[in-house]
């Protein structure tokens, strides 16, 4: 059975990830944007970039859900998106819309809100409401490759419709069982993700610390039982192995392609901001105590990311910064990066 790409969108959002996720949808279909940010800047410079005639600026959130996803940094902000008195989304005709959410929130809060959206429906033309967080980064998002890991179950009615959206915009979807399981396989990606990368930076700046050459050390770990995407993609010490010292930028490696989209090469610009990994850690350290899992390395992960985001210095850059706030080796003078 084919399936229809809706001819109009609502959107709200358009940060780091969500501005190129919004380009994709307008790539790759011929429907029309209703945008809102906050920040009215990016929301004109979308509209100058993007096709003439496709996408229109809101006046509020509740413009966009009364026209027809996007990302929040906390629950806070996305109950505000969707709950506020006559300027919300839920303050729309909601009847038969459908909210694909792609914040990574607290669980609570996420299912409230799923709740606030079947209350503002009838039984007979339901609004829905789907957790659907996503990975893969800014570079990801550019390139429609990102994943998107959905709350809803493969064998669901409605997943085919919510696929073919998604498609638009990334390369892999992921029904992961039910409403809140989306948000739950988030928060257990970016925990492992966060932890992955503070350990690969402290073997790196071991090995280097020790006399190893970076790249030597990374492709070594690539092909052991380390191995792991941090190190293979945006490993600080292979992608600081090349240093060109009359520009005073760091490069990516000697072999092209190896790890060109690296924000470890760009002065950890762009990204995943360091303090949104803190408190995506902090989320899944909480979601574990709700459940009695037990984390033995979340305490310890998630203050070293506290540590690293409080500081000037590395507040608003990649969260691979870590590597840089552990004092990690500098491969021109082989002195720490302190």
């Not at 970076?214 to 070594?220: A, G, H, T």
């Not at 459940?291 to 850059?317: C, F, W």
Request: hydrophobic share 40%.
């Amino acid at each position: 059975m084919s399936v229809v790409i809706p001819q109009r969108f609502g959107w709200v959002g358009l940060g780091a990830m969500g501005y190129p996720m919004a380009n994709q949808l307008l790539k790759n279909s011929s429907s029309k944007l209703v945008i809102f940010d906050l920040d009215q800047s990016v929301l004109h410079r979308f509209v100058r970039e993007a096709p003439s005639g496709r996408v229109e600026i809101a006046s509020s959130t509740r413009q966009v859900a009364d026209e027809s996803v996007r990302k929040r940094p906390t629950g806070k902000h996305v109950k505000e998106v969707y709950l506020t008195a006559e300027t919300g989304l839920l303050a729309a005709n909601t009847p038969g819309k459908v909210f694909v959410d792609c914040s990574t929130i607290d669980l609570a809060t996420s299912i409230a809100i799923g709740e606030a959206v079947s209350m503002s429906s009838d039984a007979e033309n339901p609004a829905r409401f789907y957790d659907c967080p996503v990975s893969g980064g800014t570079a990801g998002a550019v390139k429609g490759t990102i994943t998107f890991m959905v709350g809803m179950a493969a064998d669901d009615p409605g997943f085919p419709f919510i696929r073919s959206i998604l498609s638009t915009m990334g390369g892999s979807i992921n029904p992961m069982g039910r409403k809140g399981l989306g948000l739950a396989a988030k928060l257990c990606n970016n925990y492992l993700s966060g932890t992955i990368a503070l350990a690969t930076s402290e073997a790196m700046n071991l090995g280097m610390k020790l006399g190893i050459d970076p790249k030597v050390l990374s492709d070594c770990l690539d092909k052991g039982s380390a191995a792991n995407w941090v190190n293979s993609t945006v490993n600080p010490g292979k992608c600081f192995s090349v240093f060109d010292l009359s520009l005073a930028i760091f490069y990516t490696c000697t072999v092209p392609g190896v790890c060109p989209d690296a924000v470890t090469s760009k002065s950890y610009e762009g990204g995943f901001k360091v303090q949104l990994m803190e408190k995506d850690l902090r989320l899944a350290v909480e979601a574990a105590q709700g459940v009695g899992a037990k984390l033995v390395l979340g305490d310890t992960t998630i203050q070293a990311y506290h540590s690293a985001a409080s500081d000037l210095e590395y507040r608003d850059k990649d969260s691979r910064v870590v590597y840089k706030w552990l004092g990690g080796v500098d491969p021109r003078t082989n002195a720490g990066e302190h």
